[in-house]
């Protein structure tokens, strides 16, 4: 079992920066993979970064590449997400999700149902 608490969301401007986190219980936070996902009103949720169980693969959506950065440090059992030159499309509830096996293979992990644990979001909301 591993339980996720996303932190650090708020409202910002256009243009502007946050940095989520995403603290994982658990002694074996290396294992899994992790992944963010955002859900705007009325959408469906979305893929937006992934990381590997060591930090050696990553892979984002084509929407947020170059703005967003996904980072983990598995001493401290966090995942982050970096977020700059927040656009208001960016609005939406984000989520950290994790994942067994830790290794990100195919296109398998952009989808929701490939994560086995969620946490319960952070908003996030970008004003223009």
């Known amino acids: 079992q591993v339980q996720l608490v996303e932190s650090g969301g708020g409202l910002v401007q256009a243009g502007g920066s946050l940095r989520l986190s995403c603290a994982a219980s658990?002694?074996?936070?290396?294992?899994?993979?992790m992944g963010w996902f955002r859900q705007a009103p009325g959408k469906e949720r979305e893929f937006v970064a992934a990381i590997s169980g060591s930090g050696g693969r990553i892979y984002y959506a084509d929407s947020v590449k170059g703005r967003l950065t996904i980072s983990r440090d598995n001493a401290k059992n966090t995942v982050y997400l970096q977020m700059n030159t927040l656009k208001p499309e960016d609005t939406a509830l984000y989520y950290c999700?994790?994942?067994?096996?830790?290794?990100?293979?195919?296109?398998?992990?952009?989808?929701?149902?490939?994560?086995?644990?969620w946490g319960q979001g952070t908003q996030v909301t970008v004003s223009s």
């Open positions: 658990g002694r074996t936070f290396s294992s899994y993979a």
């Open positions: 999700a994790a994942k067994l096996p830790n290794f990100l293979s195919g296109s398998n992990f952009r989808q929701v149902g490939e994560y086995d644990y």
